[in-house]
């Protein structure tokens, strides 16, 4: 499971920098989650289409997951649109770690022990780290008017959100196969999208988008569906807050690819913060 959960990881931030670096746009959304319907479709029929009427319940399960999975989509664009790839990405992945505890334990009745406790707060100190400009006492008293930007709100809803799906998936996956039940809501986010775009945007518009950012395009949808995949396995038989704390590694991944590839600028306080969080995903890695 943990091997599974730090691949998801490191595939997630790469799809996130893909996101990030053709401008975040809804349209570049929509088109991936299409995208991501027409590649697995042959797996689908293949596998899931011959029985689905045996999965019980799987429609409902889909379409509530669907509407969580289409929110965070929603806000991460909207939070892209508005922040850096090194700022946005940490806030909107960390902050599952605000809602998810709460969340589990009153909704599946899960508890974490001592040692997740507070590697889960070492991983939302480093998180504070890396939106604070330098290490002095100043930096951190004008935290507060930093963190109500529209980045960070759109973030912390996107978080808001994945935290929501993350529960609602791990019900699911506890009755129905993890592969049917991504790939109905993934098809069902991919209708709203298409419905979207196609009213909102022109269709030279769309064309253009898909010429300039096709391979980008294709391989989101392809890394975003097999490396929640993987978590949704590690999900079955794991503690929800545990999974999701260590899969926090993406934000180490997703804060170096904005510094080698976007050029963002990596300060002392984001280096901070990616070592705090990647030690506290280390000690989850352990936690029981």
């Given at each position: 499971?943990?091997?599974?959960?730090?691949?998801?990881?490191?595939?997630?931030?790469?799809?996130?920098?893909?996101?990030?670096?053709?401008?975040?746009?809804?349209?570049?959304v929509g088109?991936?989650?299409?995208?991501?319907v027409v590649m697995f479709a042959p797996l689908f029929l293949v596998l899931v289409a011959p029985k689905i009427g045996v999965y019980d319940g799987l429609f409902f399960l889909a379409a509530v997951g669907a509407s969580f999975v289409l929110a965070n989509y929603v806000f991460l664009a909207l939070a892209y649109s508005h922040g850096d790839l090194s700022f946005v990405y940490p806030v909107a992945r960390?902050?599952?770690?605000?809602?998810?505890?709460?969340?589990?334990?009153?909704?599946?009745?899960?508890?974490?022990?001592?040692?997740?406790a507070a590697a889960m707060g070492l991983i939302v100190l480093g998180i504070i780290a890396l939106q604070l400009r330098t290490l002095e006492w100043r930096a951190l008293a004008s935290l507060g008017s930093q963190l109500r930007s529209p980045a960070?709100?759109?973030a912390l809803l996107a978080a808001l959100g994945a935290a929501c799906y993350t529960i609602w998936d791990k019900r699911a996956v506890q009755r129905v196969p993890a592969f049917a039940y991504i790939y109905l809501y993934t098809a069902l986010t991919a209708v709203a999208y298409a419905a979207f775009i196609w009213r909102r945007y022109p269709r030279a518009l769309i064309a253009s988008e898909w010429r300039a950012n096709r391979w980008s395009i294709l391989q989101v949808g392809?890394?975003?569906?097999?490396?929640?995949?993987?978590?949704?396995?590690?999900?079955?038989?794991?503690?929800?807050?545990?999974?999701?704390?260590?899969?926090?590694?993406?934000?180490?991944?997703?804060?170096?690819?904005g510094a080698f590839f976007l050029r963002e600028e990596i300060s002392t306080p984001k280096r901070?913060?990616?070592?705090?969080?990647?030690?506290g995903c280390i000690i989850v890695g352990t936690a029981r």
């Open positions: 499971a943990v091997f599974l959960v730090v691949f998801s990881a490191a595939t997630h931030a790469y799809w996130n920098f893909l996101l990030k670096r053709s401008g975040g746009t809804q349209l570049f088109l991936s989650k299409v995208g991501e960390g902050s599952i770690l605000l809602f998810l505890p709460m969340l589990a334990y009153v909704t599946v009745g899960e508890r974490i022990s001592v040692i997740g960070t709100t759109f392809f890394f975003n569906i097999t490396s929640y995949l993987l978590v949704l396995f590690a999900l079955r038989t794991g503690t929800s807050s545990y999974v999701i704390a260590l899969r926090q590694l993406s934000i180490a991944v997703g804060v170096a690819l901070l913060g990616v070592a705090l969080i990647v030690v």
